[in-house]
């Protein structure tokens, strides 16, 4: 993962120990959806803007998870962050 200024400027770069189906930013928060994930085990890896891990966020179950599998879906579109917080 690297993150950019608004002017293009690399911040800081994290190598996280497994890869991701996807991510999405909420406010201040970066939720990326593992590739490795049990559906009892839904949860996000959550990062600061600095791509420090700062815990895990719980994400309800998807409807239609054929639909959001990493086989299934079009890569890095498995989850996206609404007002309310990823999904």
Known sequence: MVMFTAE???VTVHVP?????GACASGDTLHVLPNL???????????????????ST?????RH???????GSMSGRAIECFGDGPY
């Open 17 to 21: 120990q497994q890869g991701a189906k």
């Open 37 to 55: 994930m049990s559906l009892r085990k839904h949860a996000t890896m959550a990062y600061s803007m600095d791509l420090n891990e700062i815990g």
């Open 58 to 62: 719980r994400i309800p179950v998807p």
């Open 65 to 71: 998870p054929i639909l959001c599998n990493s086989s």
């Open 8 to 10: 293009a400027e690399c």
